[in-house]
T-cell receptor, first 112, second 114 residues
Framework: QKEVEQDPGPLSVPEGAIVSLNCTYS??????FMWYRQYSRKGPELLMY????GNKEDGRFTAQVDKSSKYISLFIRDSQPSDSATYLC????????????FGTGTSLTVIP | GAVVSQHPSWVICKSGTSVKIECRSL??????MFWYRQFPKQSLMLMAT?????????EQGVEKDKFLINHASLTLSTLTVTSAHPEDSSFYIC??????????FGPGTRLTVT
């Protein structure tokens, strides 16, 4: 079993839709949960990080972590064509230098 | 803040030659840098973790004699692909770690070996 599971998609939605992206994991020691956005042939860009369980909101983006279910989500409200990218979840136990464990990424296309 | 640069962004080399890729953290000191490899439509595969002033820790299956990593300072790490072959063609991405939960990625280097 992989440390982190993520549905690769692809996911295609109309502009303005609410997008839900999810990851599950198996390691209960993970404390930090990150979402990265990666455009084609570019490095990943950190969107949000969450420590432990709970919700975090930043503009149109909301990250949720449910440690009891080992499940994390990223919601994108009012999706825009510029949101079209691959979204990667990542997790870490949190100590400096700790390895990040990435999901396979979900490819999202927002259709104008 | 938290900008990481990579150079070159794209390199083409002949089989058997060596290629060096530089990764720099521009506005912060990174005690740890990571090197990843990414194939098309696939996720990031961690190759090695390097700490400033010490030897890199390679992931299982990664040849350390082929992928030489030098973390010379708190702002610079280099990856040298020695005796490159076409199967080494890939997208190589570095990241620099600051706090335990922060990892900032470079823009990546596309290597094509002919």
């Amino acid at each position: 079993q992989k440390e982190v599971e993520q549905d690769p998609g692809p996911l295609s939605v109309p502009e303005g839709a609410i997008v839900s992206l999810n990851c599950t994991y198996s390691n209960s020691a993970f404390q930090y949960f990150m979402w990265y956005r990666q455009y084609s042939r570019k490095g990943p860009e950190l969107l949000m990080y969450t420590y432990s369980s709970g919700n975090k909101e930043d503009g149109r983006f909301t990250a949720q972590v449910d440690k009891s279910s080992k499940y994390i989500s990223l919601f994108i409200r009012d999706s825009q064509p510029s949101d079209s990218a691959t979204y990667l979840c990542a997790m870490s136990e949190g100590n400096t230098g700790n390895q990040f464990y990435f999901g396979t990424g979900t490819s999202l296309t927002v259709i104008p | 803040g938290a900008v990481v640069s990579q150079h070159p962004s794209w390199v083409i080399c002949k089989s058997g030659t060596s290629v060096k890729i530089e990764c720099r953290s521009l506005d912060f000191q990174a005690t740890t840098m990571f090197w990843y490899r990414q194939f098309p439509k696939q996720s990031l595969m961690l190759m090695a973790t390097s700490n400033e002033g010490s030897k890199a820790t390679y992931e299982q299956g990664v040849e350390k004699d082929k992928f030489l990593i030098n973390h010379a300072s708190l702002t610079l790490s280099t990856l040298t692909v020695t005796s490159a072959h076409p199967e080494d063609s890939s997208f190589y991405i570095c990241s620099a770690g600051r706090l335990g939960y922060e990892q900032y990625f470079g823009p990546g280097t596309r290597l094509t070996v002919t």
